[in-house]
């Protein structure tokens, strides 16, 4: 069982040791990654997903429960405790969704499979736009429609204890309501990202620079008052996207009573 995971500095892109030395991350907790392109957040997901031991670019090394990865599991294990969930992912197996499902919940010996498959099935809809049904193809599913099934088949069949999520924010998801599945069920997360309304769901939020890990920040009170906000605003656009994709006909009423809004709740 992962407890944590501690991440130890290395060097940033100028070859100077990273501000922050040790950061640890427990399970059940979400922390962000934010930067600017070019920053280095990409690479600091890949060394946990790697268990790197000071063999990557940035000399970092990550811990399992203070135990450095070799030592805490046999390195064909290690393999299964880390799963990633990306903005660029489709499937290319020829099989129905049904069946790719049941089959990976046969290689993780779940009990009860076909009520497992049903979950993951009723959870990825959760998430997504268009149903999936059981008898899809998976070659035949949108980006949005492959990721919802992965987000949902991480938390419920993967089972893997460390989920990495690098910019989802385009991904075609409700993104929120993914970061919230994942977080509950008690796994250590990392979610790289632009979105200020993902960033500020974290309970704290790494600052990469330079290749490194710049500063680490938790995420206050009025932070968390500001995102409550955000959030309501993102739900108002979120239902005029989703009114778009129906067809309808957006009134200029709606758009007064949004940008109302967002006056009264956030800039006064």
């Known amino acids: 069982m992962i407890e944590k995971i501690t991440i130890l500095g290395g060097l940033n892109k100028n070859r100077n040791s990273e501000p922050v030395k040790r950061l640890v991350v427990s399970k059940g907790e979400i922390l962000s990654i934010v930067g600017l392109t070019g920053s280095g957040k990409s690479q600091l997901i890949s060394d946990v997903g790697q268990w790197a031991a000071g ?33 660029n992912m489709n499937f290319v197996i020829d099989m129905s969704v049904s069946d790719f499902l049941h089959l990976h919940a046969q290689s993780r010996e779940l009990q009860k499979a076909d009520a497992v498959v049903n979950e993951v099935i009723r959870c990825a809809n959760h998430l997504t736009g268009e149903p999936i049904k059981a008898e899809d193809n998976l070659t035949t599913l949108s980006g949005g429609q ?15 204890p460390v989920v990495l999520i ?36 974290a309970d704290r939020r790494v600052i990469m620079k330079k290749g490194g890990i710049s500063k680490l920040i938790t995420t206050t009170e009025e932070e968390k008052k500001v995102l409550e906000e955000l959030v309501t605003i993102d739900q108002l656009l979120f239902s005029l996207r989703e009114e778009l994709r129906e067809g309808q006909e957006i009134k200029q009423i709606i758009m007064k009573e949004v940008k109302q809004y967002y006056v009264e709740s956030v800039l006064t």
Request: aromatic share 2%; proline share 4%.
């Open 55 to 87: 063999e990557t670019p940035s000399k970092r090394s990550v811990l399992i429960n203070d135990l450095p990865a070799l030592e805490y599991a046999k390195q064909s294990a290690l393999r299964h405790m880390v799963a990633e969930v990306s903005q």
């Open 166 to 201: 690098d910019e989802i924010e385009n991904a075609g998801i409700n993104r929120l309501e993914a970061l919230k599945f994942l977080a509950v069920q008690g796994k250590v997360v990392l979610v790289v990202t632009h979105d200020p309304v993902l960033a500020l769901m």
């Open 146 to 160: 492959s990721r919802s099934l992965m987000v949902a088949d991480v938390a419920l069949i993967s089972n893997a």
